[in-house]
């Protein structure tokens, strides 16, 4: 069905159509514009077009036993996802799709030298964000190393899974199906939530909602699956990193606002990235798996730091929405109500709900005294 049906109805070629209605404006903007969104329509169509109903996939003789347990298992997490969550589920990862290379994207961040603001793209529909998204990895290579000739910071980095924000039912993708069932319900309900409440050019409100519906959503999941234990210490790993990683942006922001030359910028930017690589050594050395952000950790430099802050720095605020809200559907009007608001008056109200919930989360209180005071340590 899904290799002849777009979830509207419409036949197979009017998903073409659609995706080429996207990219037609764009001839005007110039040739990098034109290949760029060509590549983009290419892509997405292959993936798109290569769907399969999990239901089929499940019942075919060819398939592991493996696979079949993971794609069972997507559909409860679905289940869960529209039952509990209330989240617009519709036939979102309802079919399944091998893909031909590891992974089906490779973003590209970067950042100025002296600088966490992410550099942005504009896009249609979607509005701007910090990344570039290349369905090819080739061709996110040659455009990060464009980048890196003019100067920036940057991370190239593959990508499992991704949102089309609803416009076509997202499958599951060969790149993240035999993921944990944590892991996996995370990504599921972190990629719905985009389909329930989303700001056009937000990419910082956009990743820390979702990112908080997934935090928010897992303990009860988990709590069913009963991995309540593993995921205590893998929650706990989680904001280790992320508030050492929040204590080495303050660190470098003092760095890059201060008048001193650019020599001794260079100097204390690289102390300060030394002392975080050690400082993540230190404090994983004593956890189940210590290299899982290692890899991560090692390429840090502004437009990781930034990324981080685009997913995560709000984290807190929608959490403190969510227990405000007592429910499930009254925290995404006011998430949406939230989005509605001017930048500038959204952005206020997201700083006063994240004071909040710091001042009364004891773990977040406790937990940041470790991760700054390693940073602090020449």
């Known amino acids: 069905m899904y290799s002849r049906l777009l979830v509207t109805g419409l036949p197979k070629k009017w998903l073409n159509l659609r995706l080429w209605l996207l990219i037609i404006p764009l001839y005007l903007a110039g040739c990098e514009t034109v290949g760029y969104y060509a590549q983009a329509a290419s892509g997405q169509w292959r993936i798109l077009s290569g ?3 999990i239901e089929k996939v499940i019942n075919e003789p060819g398939t592991s036993e493996q696979l079949q347990q993971q794609l069972q298992l997507v559909l409860q997490i679905r289940a869960y996802a529209a039952e509990v ?3 617009p589920v519709g036939d979102a990862y309802n079919a399944y799709v091998q893909l031909d290379d590891t992974y089906p994207i490779w973003n590209v961040l970067a950042a100025p030298e002296f600088s966490l603001e992410p550099k942005r793209w504009c896009y249609p529909i979607a509005g ?4 570039r998204g290349y369905f090819r990895k080739s061709a996110a290579e040659a455009k990060a190393n464009q980048l890196r000739g003019q100067g920036y910071d940057v991370y190239l980095g593959a990508v499992p899974a991704y949102s089309t924000l609803g416009w076509f039912n997202d499958p599951i993708l060969s790149s993240f199906v035999n993921w944990s069932q944590e892991r996996l319900a995370g990504l599921l309900f972190h990629e719905l939530a985009h389909r329930r409440v989303y700001i056009s050019g937000d990419t910082q409100f956009n990743e820390s909602f979702a990112t908080a519906v997934s935090e928010i959503a897992l303990p009860g999941w988990l709590s069913i699956q009963g991995l309540v234990s593993s995921a205590a210490q893998a929650r706990a790993e989680t904001l280790s990193v992320r ?4 204590a080495a942006r303050s660190q470098l922001q003092t760095v890059y606002q201060s008048s001193q030359p650019d020599d001794l910028k260079h100097e204390q930017k690289a102390r300060v990235l030394s002392r975080l690589r050690q400082c993540y050594r230190k404090l994983s050395a004593n956890w189940p798996n210590p290299t899982r952000y290692q890899s991560y950790i090692e390429k840090t430099n502004n437009a990781t730091l930034a990324l981080a802050a685009e997913y995560e720095s709000q984290v807190p605020a929608f959490k403190q929405l969510y227990l405000d809200s007592g429910s499930w559907e009254a925290f ?12 500038v008056n959204r952005e206020e109200r997201l700083r006063q709900l994240g004071d909040e919930y710091r001042q009364s989360n004891s773990e977040i209180k406790q937990g940041g ?10």
Do not use: T, V
């Not at 701007?128 to 990344?131: G, H, I, N, P, V």
């Not at 995404?332 to 930048?343: F, V």
């Open 85 to 87: 969550l209330q989240l």
């Open 128 to 131: 701007c964000a910090s990344y």
């Open 51 to 53: 769907r399969q109903p």
């Open 332 to 343: 995404y009007n006011a998430a949406q109500r939230l989005g509605d608001l001017s930048k």
């Open 243 to 246: 508030q050492l990683m929040a």
């Open 369 to 378: 005294l470790d991760e700054m005071s390693c940073i602090l340590h020449d």
